[in-house]
């Protein structure tokens, strides 16, 4: 059956391996580098995290690297699951505001297990990672703003075809091959929002990158490939599913190649959901202000509808169910002046200061309030009213997180790496550069070691 | 109560007793993994089952008394799943799929012991993974869709046996399977008189209801058959 207007998979692997062929733009080289550094430096970040540990033992065998800065080895599936499942952890990894996905976990998955083995440069791993980022978020487009509305992780549902893709331009699958891989993928996708707030949500982007690599895997195999173009021509089949009542195929390949997605990633300044950001900017304005939490007798957070719907978590009693809660950001933000991970532990969620305040915060959605922009309404014992105004929240696209911020939350999580891993993630389109994620990181942990 | 449908699935899983009737069913489905694999080429009941016997035949890696008792008691729940989606599904995803996924885990946790708060995270790990396109059915693609679903269950019941957290409602949530996958769909309907309505024992292999072999012509090769149907 086939869907007027959605492109075939054949259209979309002649798109990728056609713009695969070219050099990256500029723009995009650097988008490609700062996201693929902001969330190898978050994986690294939840490396030694309970979850991650414990979610490498269960997975542990022979294999390759298992994942960042994780000790052991994984079958190539699961070190792919196992990455992107650290890259999301802890909620800190990054955004493309428009469809909300959080395209950099599940790639990294791919290219870090795919690439372990493939012939490739270090221009090829950027390119595949670049692509693996535009297609996901490109599908994320066509079946925006339904899908998401309805209650799927769109990370994990669009991831699975991003991660197809860099782990096929990896492993130098040609066109054939490729479109077998796009449509196995398509047939993998998954994520419930109801798993937000616990290790399901992660396990949705290392899914994705083990789903994948697996579909890449098997094309190259060439098993399940047999009259597949002839039952699933074209990609509306899944375009369906995702949005039954509203898509836009042609957002899939409209100007593929010429207008990137990938430049309007963004990158988190707290670890939590992004709606919420706004709304510990505004905190922590206050908090420099001099409003002392002691003194408050009520907040009224006036923000987007989508702060409840996403973060309306009110009494979280773990770091993990706290980043879906904005008012603990808030409580967070004003009492400490912050809101980095030790403000999103289960430790920050104990704290009587921050429980004390999250109950005196009021979430107020306007319909009009922009997604980036937060205003709290502090109201004080000595009847006084402080008013903490964000319009543009730090890491939105209107105010992205500079360079060297990038590197500084990069230091906060892996002490000592970040300069180093820059370097690296820069020169990887040199000649003389490292060739795997795995080689990166050995580079930066030399040159860490020599400093 | 609605709200409690995945909870009271995974008490089931973790130590509802097995009614005979279904443990005998459940044996000649084992028994007979070539005459079900046949039958789920016509029949999607049929193919949950078929999947969810694979699964749990590779995650056992054998067919012993107690085996077959789990396999009744991740085909119940699964079989609901199905049944209560059959009809409602929106957008075209495959509710056999998702049974079997619902199936596979159940199986795998109650072969592997998990208590029912544990099995209630195999549940959240596994209906998460639901997807496949229903027009693939009896294609190679759909093989390969409801392959996955099977091993993805098995997946599930390993890493909640490992401790990962999940939701409790991954079935009846506001943005669980159902309303997802099937708004207009009853999710309690999963859980409907489990324990005292043994469907497996109306699966068209069961004890004298089809031509399906009986115990005394047991075909040798399910273990290898259904290792090579997860491989």
């Known amino acids: 059956m086939t869907t007027p207007s959605a492109p075939s998979y054949e259209e979309i692997a002649e798109a990728v391996l ?112 670049a692509l693996g980022c535009e297609v996901q978020l490109r599908l994320g487009l066509a079946v925006s703003p339904e899908h998401y509305d309805r209650g799927w992780h769109i990370t994990g549902t669009c991831g699975v075809v991003g991660a197809a893709v860099t782990a096929a331009l990896l492993g130098a699958l040609d066109r054939g091959r490729i479109s077998a891989a796009l449509r196995l993928a398509s047939l993998q996708t998954l994520g419930h929002r109801e798993a937000f707030g616990t290790e399901v949500k992660p396990y949705h982007a290392g899914k994705a990158a083990a789903g994948g690599l697996l579909a890449a895997a098997e094309a190259a195999r060439g098993r399940f490939t047999a009259d597949a173009a ?7 089949g899944l375009l369906r599913a995702l949005a039954p009542g509203d898509r836009s195929p042609g957002r899939l390949l409209g100007g593929f190649g010429t207008r990137w997605e990938l430049t309007d990633n963004t990158f988190k300044p707290y670890p939590c959901g992004i709606v919420a950001h706004p709304g510990i900017d505004a905190a922590v304005r206050a908090h420099e202000r001099g409003v002392a939490a002691a003194d408050v007798v009520r907040i009224r957070y006036r923000c987007h509808p989508l702060v409840p719907e996403l973060m309306g978590r009110l009494d979280p009693r773990t770091g993990l169910q706290a980043r879906f809660s904005a008012v603990h950001g808030v409580a967070a933000g004003l009492v400490r002046g912050t809101g980095g991970l030790a403000e999103f532990s289960d ?6 200061a921050l429980a004390g305040l999250r109950a005196r915060v009021e979430l107020c959605p306007e319909p009009r309030m922009p997604r980036d922009s937060a205003v709290l309404e502090i109201h004080t014992a000595g009847g006084g009213t402080v008013e903490s105004v964000v319009e543009h929240a730090r890491g939105s696209l209107l105010r992205p997180l500079t360079d060297e911020e990038l590197i500084a939350k990069a230091e906060a999580l892996a002490p000592g790496r970040a300069e180093p891993i820059w370097d690296a993630v820069t020169h990887l389109t040199r000649d003389d550069g490292p060739r795997t994620i795995q080689a990166l990181l050995e580079e930066s942990r030399r040159k860490a070691a020599a400093r | 109560m609605t709200t409690e449908t ?63 008792e ?19 599904i929106e957008g075209g995803w495959d509710p056999v799929c998702a049974a079997v996924l619902v199936g596979s885990a159940s199986a795998a946790a109650r072969h592997d012991g998990l208590d029912g708060e544990a099995a209630l995270r195999a549940l959240g790990i596994a209906v998460t993974q639901a997807s496949g396109l229903e027009t693939l059915s009896g294609t190679l693609l759909g093989t390969f869709q409801r392959r996955m679903a099977a091993r993805n269950g098995l997946e599930a019941a390993r890493l909640a046996g490992a401790g990962m957290t999940a939701p409790a409602t991954g079935l009846e949530g506001r943005r669980g399977l159902y309303a997802l996958m099937a708004p207009t769909a009853d999710p309690a309907a999963a859980a409907d008189r489990l324990g005292r309505r043994w469907l497996v024992t109306a699966l068209p292999t069961a004890p004298g209801r089809g031509p399906a072999a009986g115990r005394g012509e047991r075909r040798p090769g399910s273990l290898q058959h259904a290792t090579e149907a997860l491989a």
Not at chain 1, 347 to 352: E, F, L, R, W
């Open chain 1, 18 to 129: 056609d713009t695969a062929s070219r050099p990256l733009p500029e723009d995009v080289a650097a988008a490609a580098r700062r996201t693929l550094f902001n969330v190898l430096a978050v994986a690294l970040g939840a490396a030694e995290s309970l979850q991650v540990i414990r979610l490498a033992a269960a997975l542990a065998g022979s294999g390759i690297p298992a994942a960042p800065g994780v000790r052991g080895t994984a079958s190539p599936a699961d070190a792919a699951l196992l990455t992107g499942f650290a890259g999301h952890l802890d909620d800190f990894d990054d955004t493309h505001l428009v469809t909300v996905i959080h395209p950099g976990a599940s790639v990294l998955g791919a290219a870090w297990a795919a690439g372990w083995t493939a012939d490739a440069s270090g221009s090829d791993l950027l390119a595949a990672f």
């Open chain 1, 230 to 236: 002839a039952v699933l021509p074209d990609i509306g």
């Open chain 1, 347 to 352: 430790a920050a969620v104990a704290d009587p």
């Open chain 2, 6 to 68: 995945t909870a009271r699935v995974a008490d089931f899983v973790a130590g509802a007793p097995v009614a005979p009737a279904a443990v005998a069913a459940a044996t000649v489905l084992c028994e007979n993994l070539h005459e079900l694999e046949a039958a789920a080429g016509r029949d999607q009941r049929a193919a949950v089952a078929y999947w969810v016997a694979c699964a749990l035949l590779h995650h056992a890696g054998g067919d012993g008394p107690s085996v077959v």
């Open chain 2, 70 to 88: 789990n396999l009744a008691v991740g085909l119940e729940p699964a079989l609901r799943v199905y049944d209560s989606l059959d009809g409602h």
